[in-house]
């Protein structure tokens, strides 16, 4: 018994079904997780011991970047994040450094003193990674409005000249 060419044929309202139900999973992801993110309650110990929550930078427009020592990307990122920091902070931005919980508190320490971070530097005890959805990659950057909206998450590098932009919009308002 072979299949004649008309019984192998899909028909095309399958395919209306597949794009229609792909389009609705789409758009609730959009909604769900694109327009609407917001900044976790999360608390950040700096090296100092004191603890800054992001309830305590409501109505501040600030960094949050995971990183870590043994990171190249980091390391590479750096110098350019105390740049924007410098350039930034009389404007009004606020920078939470926070080292992942696999970095020797030593090192953090270390590299914070010789490089002279002008930042907040906190070390994380796993917490605060995973309230803002389980960061695992380093860097990870982001960038919070005054009404703790996070207006862009950069995994990798941010590109700089974006992130300016995005910057001098959020300090304006």
Request: positive net charge; charged residues 20%; glycine residues 6%.
């Amino acid at each position: 018994m072979s299949a004649t060419p008309d019984s192998r044929r899909v028909s095309p309202v399958r395919y209306i079904a597949i794009a229609v139900v792909a389009g609705a999973i789409a758009i609730a992801g959009y909604f769900a997780f694109g327009s609407q993110q917001r900044v976790p309650d999360a608390t950040f110990t700096l090296l100092s011991g004191q603890k800054v929550s992001t309830a305590d930078l409501k109505g501040k427009v600030y960094l949050v970047n995971f990183w870590a020592t043994s990171c190249d990307t980091c390391m590479k990122e750096m110098p350019q994040m105390i740049n924007t920091y410098n350039r930034y902070k009389g404007k009004g931005l606020e920078f939470v450094a926070v080292a992942m919980n696999y970095d020797a508190p030593m090192y953090v320490a270390n590299y914070s003193q010789t490089r002279q971070l002008p930042f907040k530097v906190a070390m994380d005890d796993g917490s605060a990674a995973k309230q803002f959805g389980n960061v695992q990659l380093t860097p990870t950057t982001f960038l919070i409005d005054r009404n703790g909206k996070i207006l862009k998450r950069y995994v990798g590098e941010p590109e700089f000249g974006e992130l300016d932009q995005l910057l001098d919009k959020a300090l304006a308002t």
